[in-house]
């Protein structure tokens, strides 16, 4: 038994997350929950001791994350903060320096500053080689950019960005670096929010980079390790985005036993019928195999074992379960699916959501047969 798994099976991490639910499941304001959820150490689980987190590890963050989507049903909240820790803050503890440990790192941890991660562009999602954005060192040793960016979770209430840009023509293995860019910085225009179904409470935006001026020593790795520095973010950011999924179909699945119980039809309770009974234990299945193969890969990576094909197969495997099990709310609570108070609609569009960002399940399906030797 490592360290680790036996501080997540310890007394002290089962305290600590039945206070985090209590937390959550007083359903936390919005603009203050952030900075409450960062100061109970939600932020910091993944992060060593000695770069300023708890060392708690991935399977604690996860759990975590887990815990508190299913006690607050909010399900942008999650998300926003889970992106934040694996395409922002990972990268960060992975290349920073010790002044960006300190400058960005910690302020991260602490819900000081919010952190975006700004690659997508609206021409160039997955295909790196036609990334716009550029980068141009200038003879007084600053960068500068300019491009734009989109579809950046957190964008719109950012405090620093991690932007990709291209610095090189070719290959993108040594062509692309990554910049640390504070909110104020002259020739940063953040744009508006960007309006969606799903994921309500994570905000989308867009950003305009306009002769952006960025010093030397705020390249992320040093110029050209753009690439790596997006591959260990999306190593990390596909294991364990859909971390917070599970919370909402656990709440999910515990709201419709209740619903099939307690309404009756044709003087039985609908918990009675076949075929209700077995779209419940389809649900409980889908669940428990998303829950099952997401947790075995937290440990692959506190293990330090986590590879790209092991991440795609779990991002995709959840994100898969994920919408059969949404699939079935809609026969369950027939007409009621259309109240809002049910919140079945809601997560279906989350569902479906979850099978785009962090990569495509095409993209997935992609890195794992390659993984595969296809």
């Known amino acids: ?106 302020p991260l941890l602490t819900g000081a500053a919010v952190g975006a991660f700004a690659a997508t562009e609206y021409d160039s999602g997955s295909d790196l080689l036609s990334l716009k954005t550029r980068a141009e060192q200038g003879g007084d040793g600053r960068w500068r950019l300019n491009g734009s960016k989109t579809f ?104 419709a036993l209740d619903h099939t119980r307690s309404r009756s039809q044709f003087g039985q309770p609908l918990s009675s019928y076949d075929t209700i009974r077995q779209r419940l234990v389809r649900m409980h299945l889908s669940l428990t195999s998303a829950r099952e193969l997401l947790y075995t890969t937290a440990r692959a990576a506190d293990a330090n074992s986590l590879d790209h094909r092991r991440s795609s197969l779990t991002k995709l495997h959840v994100s898969t379960e994920f919408n059969r099990f949404c699939q079935e709310l809609p026969d369950l609570y027939g007409g009621y699916a259309l109240l809002p108070e049910t919140g079945a609609l809601a997560l279906m569009a989350d569902a479906v959501a979850s099978r785009y960002y962090s990569g495509t399940s095409d993209m997935q399906m992609k890195i794992i047969a390659e993984g595969l030797g296809l």
Request: hydrophobic content about 45%; proline content about 4%; aromatic content about 8%.
């Open 1 to 106: 038994m490592t360290e680790y798994t036996a501080s997540v099976r310890g007394a002290e991490f089962a305290h600590w997350l039945s206070s985090l639910r209590g937390w959550a499941r007083k359903s936390p304001d919005q603009a203050t929950a952030w900075s409450e959820g960062a100061a109970q150490g939600l932020l910091s689980l993944a992060v060593p001791e000695s770069a300023g987190g708890s060392g708690a590890g991935y399977e604690a963050a996860c759990l975590a994350l887990e815990a508190v989507a299913e006690e607050s049903g909010l399900s942008g909240l999650a998300f926003s903060t889970a992106a934040q820790m694996w395409a922002c803050q990972d990268p960060i503890l992975e290349f920073g320096s010790p002044a960006q440990h300190a400058g960005y790192l910690t």
């Open 152 to 255: 950046i979770t957190n964008g719109p209430i950012a405090d620093v960005f991690l932007i990709l840009a291209r610095t090189a023509e070719g290959s993108a293995l040594s062509g692309l670096t990554a910049f640390l860019v504070p909110r104020d910085t002259p020739g940063l225009q953040v744009g508006t929010v960007i309006d969606k179904t799903g994921l309500e409470g994570a905000e989308l935006g867009s950003l305009l980079l306009d002769d952006c001026a960025v010093e030397n020593a705020d390249l992320l790795g040093g110029a050209g390790s753009g690439f790596a520095v997006l591959m260990h973010a999306m190593r990390y950011e596909r294991a364990f985005i859909l971390a917070p999924a599970l919370g909402l179909m656990a709440r999910a699945l515990r709201q």
